[in-house]
Nanobody
Framework: QVQLVESGGGLVQAGGSLRLSCASSGLTFSSYPMGWFRQAPGKEREFVAAISWTDNTYYADSVKGRFTISRDNAKNTVYLQMNSLKPEDTAVYYC????????????????????WGQGTQVTVSS
C-alpha cells in the first residue's frame, strides 16, 4: 500500500525558512515523478514544485528562486526547502506521487498524480 507522510511544517516569520519532508513507503520511490502542491483556505490546490525520476525539476513562478525540491532515493524521501518565506506562502502543503515508470516530463497538474499525503500546515506571519 502506497503511503506518503509529510512533516516539517510550522509557524515562521516572513523571511524565514522551513524544510518539508515527504517520506514514502509501498513503492519503488526512485522510479517515479513526485510533486509538491499547496492549498490555502478558500482556494484551489495549486502546483508548487515537481521532480522527475531523472531529477529534472520545475517550479511555479511564485516560488522560483526561493524553493528547492530534491529527493533522497536511499531514504525514499522528497524534500521542499523553502527560503525567504512570505505570508502568501501560508497553506497546507501536500506531496504527491505518480507511480508510473518511464515518465520523463514534469507533472504539474493535480490530476497528474495518483497518491497524496495528508498535508502539513505552513504558516508565515508578517
Amino acid at each position: 500500500q502506497v503511503q506518503l507522510v509529510e512533516s516539517g511544517g510550522g509557524l515562521v516569520q516572513a523571511g524565514g525558512s522551513l524544510r518539508l519532508s515527504c517520506a514514502s513507503s509501498g513503492l519503488t520511490f526512485s522510479s517515479y515523478p513526485m510533486g509538491w502542491f499547496r492549498q490555502a483556505p478558500g482556494k484551489e490546490r495549486e502546483f508548487v514544485a515537481a521532480i522527475s525520476w531523472t531529477d529534472n525539476t520545475y517550479y511555479a513562478d511564485s516560488v522560483k528562486g526561493r524553493f528547492t525540491i530534491s529527493r533522497d532515493n536511499a531514504k525514499n524521501t522528497v524534500y521542499l526547502q523553502m527560503n525567504s518565506l512570505k505570508p502568501e506562502d501560508t497553506a497546507v502543503y501536500y506531496c504527491a506521487v505518480r507511480p508510473r515508470t518511464g515518465i520523463t516530463r514534469i507533472l504539474t497538474g493535480v490530476y497528474d498524480y495518483d497518491y497524496w499525503g495528508q498535508g502539513t500546515q505552513v504558516t508565515v506571519s508578517s
